[in-house]
């Protein structure tokens, strides 16, 4: 991999060394490896002269080093920390220069491992950095830089147990009034977390796509409106009957299998994962979910809504 030269203190696992040791990959992650690995030595090489590529290039790439040299979809921890920041790139005639597409590559892997750094626990790795277009105009190109860390040490908590009966949103901790920043929405989303199949290897994300979810968009076929089971994702109106805002460790277990049926069942089927994404195990899309609960503006309805993040799995053929 190429050095990035950045003086700060790089925690183990958030920047990729990859030694010459190469594995047998797929020709399609093999050509893709060869390109992300072509643009890398070209932005730092000193005969750039001047060259340009259009602004479309410019995020894809960004997009792919970024996740090639600093992802690891292998990650698995239950807890996640998100940080975004904007980048600006001088634009000509919807082409930008190498070189400053160069430096905006630094900037991302210098802000990417400083937000890991800052991040107190000794199991974390960046698992995605997602790179978006905010505006383009004549003459800059404005992108919204996210990255995604997971941390935490893995527990056997992959069900809620009795006992573990949460608050529905809104970060009111548990029914016993304690864990206050907690809730159920969090909780569910740290099992799913817990429980999503990761590959062995090193492999990483490209073509990432977010798609928003809420419970009122998926509910169960054949259920009336009611506060137990109506929708996959937990749904409560406070004009029907039995309404509660403590859920019971059954129901906690009712919406995370829910939620999680919602994440992995086509849209084409009723969920929310996207057919266009190449869906099989080496290719697995889930990446990750950010839940939240509350109560809809204006309404009686409390629910748990939230962003999937899917992408295409690639697979380095360099070994780290």
Request: proline share 4%; net charge negative.
């Amino acid at each position: 991999m190429i050095a990035l030269g950045l003086n700060i203190f790089l925690v183990p696992g958030c920047k990729k060394e990859y030694t010459n040791n190469f594995v047998n990959i797929s020709a399609a992650d093999q050509k893709l490896e060869q390109q992300i690995r072509s643009f890398q030595r070209k932005i730092y090489s000193n005969l750039k002269n001047g060259e340009t590529m259009t602004v479309d290039s410019v995020r894809w790439y960004l997009e792919a080093c970024s996740n090639y040299t600093l992802g690891d979809a292998t990650a698995k921890s239950p807890f996640i920390a998100n940080d975004s920041f904007i980048l600006k790139i001088p634009v000509s005639q919807n082409y930008s220069l190498i070189n400053d597409v160069g430096l905006a590559y630094n900037t991302i892997n210098e802000n990417v491992m400083l937000f890991a750094n800052s991040i107190r626990s000794n199991d974390k790795q960046t698992l995605f950095v997602a790179v978006k277009t905010k505006s383009l105009t004549d003459d800059t190109l404005k992108l919204k830089v996210t990255s995604t860390v997971l941390y935490g040490s893995i527990v056997n908590d992959w069900v809620f147990q009795p006992g573990q009966n949460w608050k529905y949103g809104d970060w009111l901790g548990n029914c016993s009034g304690n864990f206050l920043g907690q809730d159920a929405a969090t909780e569910i989303q740290r099992r799913i977390m817990l429980r999503r199949p990761v590959p062995a290897g090193n492999y990483y994300y490209l073509d990432l796509t977010d798609v928003q979810i809420d419970a009122l968009s998926y509910p169960v076929p054949g259920e009336p409106p009611s506060n137990y089971g109506y929708c996959y994702m937990f749904f409560e109106d406070s004009t029907l009957p039995n309404f509660h805002t403590c859920l019971p460790y059954t129901e906690c277990n009712l919406y995370l299998s829910g939620t999680e049926h919602v994440i992995y069942t086509a849209d084409t089927l009723g969920g929310g994962r996207p057919t266009t994404l190449n869906w099989n195990f080496v290719n697995f899309s889930f990446i990750s979910l950010d839940l939240a609960g509350g109560l809809l503006l204006n309404t009686t309805s409390y629910f748990h809504h939230g962003t999937v993040h899917y992408g295409t799995l690639h697979q380095s053929g360099f070994e780290e």
